[in-house]
C-alpha cells in the first residue's frame, strides 16, 4: 500500500498499476531503480532539525505539519482585543435619517472587518460626541477592556476637535501627521502611541492608515514577526 | 471643520492652518482655486450607479461603502459546512505512540485548517477505517449534516483502499486522477462530484489539491464569483 513500510529485505517499490498478478506470480511490466518509489526515514523531517520558529504564523501547511509531528497543544498568543470608536457630532448612525451636513458613520464598520480580517477581536465602542470630558470617559473606558483603541476622526485642526487633547492626556505622541496621500489636505493623520491609533476620518484614508500603520502594530502584539505585506510576499516567492 | 457642508454663498475652503484669526477678522496666507477643497454631491458615488454586484466578496472596503449608503443589512449566502474524514487503518491519531508501518494523521488537521481559511465550517468526522460498510455509513452520515465531503487517503489501487468504491455508489465520477505534482507515483488523484471530494493522502498533495480543487468549489458553493488566485491578483494590478 502506498505509505506502507518496506518490507524486510526489499529495496524498491513497482507500482502495482504496472504489474498483474498471475496465480502465485506477478508479472511486473516496467522496470525500477534500486530505492525507487521509497521515502527514506528522516527524509521529510531530520532529527533535531527545526521546522518552525517562535512567531511563526499558523497556516494550514504549519498545522498539517505539527499535527504530522504529534504535537496536539502548541503555545499560542491571544488575539488581541481592539476598542473602535468614531468620534465627532456630524456622525449618523446606520438606519437613522442623514440631516443636512452630517455625514454617515461608515468608518467604524470599515474598521471593525478590517480588525477581524488582521487576527485581532473588534469591539464597538460607538460614537464618542464632541465633548471631551465624555470622550476622555469612553477612550477610559476602551482602554480598560481592550488591548488597543482606534479612533476615527476629529484630526483636523477644527475647534471642536477634542481628540487631540484627550490623546495627549492618555499617552505620548509619537507621531502626528505623515504627508502621504490618500489625505489631501494636510496629508494623513496618523496619532500612534503603544497602542492607541488615531486616524483620518475620510475613510477612504481610514481604510488605508489602517494597512498601513495598524494592521503591522496589531500583528506584533499577536506575536507575528511577518508584519508587512512584502513579508508575506516572499513565502511565494 | 472638515467635512462639513459649504456654507450658503460659499465656493471653495481655506484650510485653517494657513490662516490666522485676528480679532474679527481672519488673515489668509495662502490663496486657493475656485472649488478648491471642496468635495460636491455624488462624486463618490453617483445617482443610479452600481457600487457592487452579485458575488462580491465583502472585504473591509466593501462594508465600508455599504455603511456610508446607510445599508445596515445585506442578503449573503451562508458558509458551507465541510466534513472531512481521513481513511486507512494506518492511519495514527495525535496523542497516540505510532507503531511500526503506521502514519500519523495530519491531513485532517490541514484540511480543517484549509476549510476554514476558505470560508467554509469544518466539520471533524475522524478517521474511517479499511472496511466498506463502515465507510459508506461515516460517508453517509457526513453528507446528511454537511454541504460537502472531503475524504483524504485511499487512492492508490490496493486491495485495501475500499473509498472508490465507495464513492462510486454515493455519486457520479467526474474526474480522477490528475497528471500534476506534487503527487510522484501516478499523478495526483481527486475525485469530485457536486459536493464529494476525494484527495490523495500524501500530506503535501492533500494541501495543493485542496488549493487548486476544492477551495474554488466552496468558495463558489459560498455565491463567490471569484474562485481563483488569479481572480484575486485582478483587485490589485
Not at 499535527?67 to 468614531?86: D, G, H
Not at 468608518?107 to 471593525?112: A, D, E, I, Q, S
Request: net charge negative; proline share 5%; hydrophobic share 40%.
Amino acid at each position: 500500500m502506498t505509505g506502507a513500510m518496506m518490507p524486510e529485505g526489499a529495496d524498491a517499490v513497482v507500482m502495482q498499476e504496472v504489474t498483474q498478478r498471475d496465480g502465485d506470480e506477478v508479472k511486473i511490466f516496467e522496470g525500477v531503480d534500486k530505492t525507487g518509489n521509497v521515502r527514506f526515514t528522516g527524509e521529510s523531517v531530520a532529527k533535531e532539525q527545526q521546522v518552525m520558529g517562535k512567531g511563526k504564523y499558523l497556516r494550514p501547511p504549519e498545522v498539517s505539519m505539527l499535527a504530522s509531528l504529534n504535537c496536539p497543544e502548541v503555545t499560542v498568543y491571544r488575539k488581541p482585543t481592539v476598542a473602535i470608536v468614531s468620534t465627532g457630532d456630524e456622525l449618523t448612525p446606520l438606519g437613522e435619517p442623514l440631516e443636512p451636513g452630517k455625514i454617515r458613520d461608515s468608518n467604524r464598520y470599515g474598521l471593525y472587518a478590517q480588525v477581524e480580517e488582521a487576527g485581532g477581536i473588534p469591539i464597538d465602542m460607538g460614537i464618542a460626541p464632541d465633548d471631551e470630558v465624555e470622550t476622555e470617559r469612553i477612550f477610559r473606558a476602551a482602554l480598560a477592556k481592550a488591548d488597543a483603541l482606534i479612533t476615527s476622526g476629529g484630526v483636523s485642526v477644527g475647534e471642536h476637535d477634542v481628540v487631540k487633547s484627550v490623546l495627549a492626556r492618555l499617552g505620548k505622541i509619537n507621531f502626528w501627521r505623515v504627508a502621504m496621500k490618500p489625505g489631501k489636505t494636510a496629508g494623513l493623520t496618523a496619532f500612534r502611541t503603544e497602542n492607541l491609533f488615531w486616524i483620518a476620518g475620510n475613510p477612504v484614508s481610514s481604510l488605508v492608515v489602517f494597512e498601513l500603520f495598524v494592521r503591522p502594530a496589531l500583528l506584533k502584539m499577536a506575536g507575528h514577526t511577518e508584519l508587512l505585506a512584502s513579508d508575506l510576499q516572499s513565502h511565494f516567492s
